[in-house]
């Protein structure tokens, strides 16, 4: 059987469930609490994962998925709103519930790197271009943001719809869905 990362879901229950292709899936108790967020990375490995008993409790946790060893953990103060891996997986983006906004981890140590230069208020997603040169980011105050990496400057920021979630970008970058109001 491949240890590579295929669909995964998780739940408030504190579940993930690797499923299989008799639909049973592989469940692997991770947490006491709720799973928010989880993110899979591009070396088909590393899972991160967002747990929070809704309040004061939020825990970021980066797993092996081979070995299910965890290789890095964080608590934070405030709730985690966006949590995803770049393109080539080489950072750990982490939105935050602060006027920071955003942070980026290297996967290499898990330490802090300043990619961007100001803070970006609470971001709700974000998404870098496969180079990682790049990345957009939508915050639900109602903008997308776009972000030079190389410099850590904004390069154009656009008014957009607020209050989305489960936003996405899709057809190459080229259009911006979420749900607003359910």
Not at 25 to 41: E, F, L, N, V, W
Not at 45 to 58: K, L
Not at 81 to 93: E, P, Q, V
Not at 171 to 182: E, I, Q, Y
Request: aromatic share 10%.
């Amino acid at each position: 059987a491949s240890t590579e990362i295929s669909v995964i879901s998780s739940g408030e229950d504190g579940f993930l469930i690797k499923w299989t292709d008799d639909n049973l899936g592989d469940h692997y108790q991770i947490s006491d609490m709720g799973i928010k967020m989880i993110a899979t990375s591009p070396n088909g490995t590393d899972i991160a994962i967002y747990e929070s008993d809704g309040g004061s409790v939020n825990k970021l946790s980066v797993y092996d998925w081979k070995t299910l060893k965890r290789k890095f953990f964080k608590r934070y103060a405030d709730s985690i709103t966006s949590l995803n891996f770049s393109a080539k997986g080489k950072y750990l983006m982490i939105g935050t519930a602060t006027v920071d906004g955003l942070e980026f981890r290297s996967t290499s140590n898990w330490q802090i790197v300043d990619k961007i230069k100001t803070n970006t208020s609470i971001v709700n997603y974000v998404q870098t271009s496969d180079t990682e040169k790049t990345c957009a980011m939508y915050s639900p105050a109602g903008s997308l943001a776009y972000y030079d990496l190389t410099n850590g400057k904004e390069k154009q920021k656009f008014k957009v719809a607020q209050g989305l979630s489960q936003v996405v970008l899709f057809n190459n970058s080229t259009f911006l869905a979420g749900v607003k109001d359910d």
